[in-house]
Nanobody, 124 residues
Framework: QVQMVESGGGSVQSGGSLRLSCATSGYRFSNYQMAWFRQAPGKEREGVAVIDIFGRVSYADSVKGRFTISRDNAKNTLYLQMNSLKPEDTAMYYC??????????????????WGQGTQVTVSS
């Protein structure tokens, strides 16, 4: 059974930092492209960062230079280091896994496995 559990969300002030984690089990983590998505109230879910099986990464323009995605295949865990947080980063953050490895953001339909989400709230 596939399990993906996010943690590390919370409330911070603008300019602060958070580190999200996504602990996974039930599938071969190292063979999957991993991604972070976020969804703010009333908005569509959007891709934030991607890391493929070769370690290639890509980011949404809105988070470039502030967020860093990484993975630890030995621990089957995905991370997102978020620095210089802004109020517009407020959203529910989800990790997702796709068997397609492109190094680029894929549509949500390409990700069969999802976590339940962790809330990030940034106050000004």
């Amino acid at each position: 059974q596939v399990q993906m559990v996010e943690s590390g969300g919370g409330s911070v002030q603008s300019g602060g930092s958070l580190r999200l984690s996504c602990a996974t089990s039930g599938y071969r983590f190292s063979n999957y492209q991993m991604a972070w998505f976020r969804q703010a109230p009333g908005k569509e879910r959007e891709g934030v960062a991607v890391i493929d099986i070769f370690g290639r990464v890509s980011y949404a323009d809105s988070v470039k230079g502030r967020f860093t995605i990484s993975r630890d295949n030995a621990k089957n865990t995905l991370y997102l280091q978020m620095n210089s947080l802004k109020p517009e980063d407020t959203a529910m953050y989800y990790c997702a896994a796709s068997p397609r490895s492109t190094g680029f953001t894929l549509p949500t339909a390409a990700y069969p496995y999802w976590g339940q989400g962790t809330q990030v709230t940034v106050s000004s």
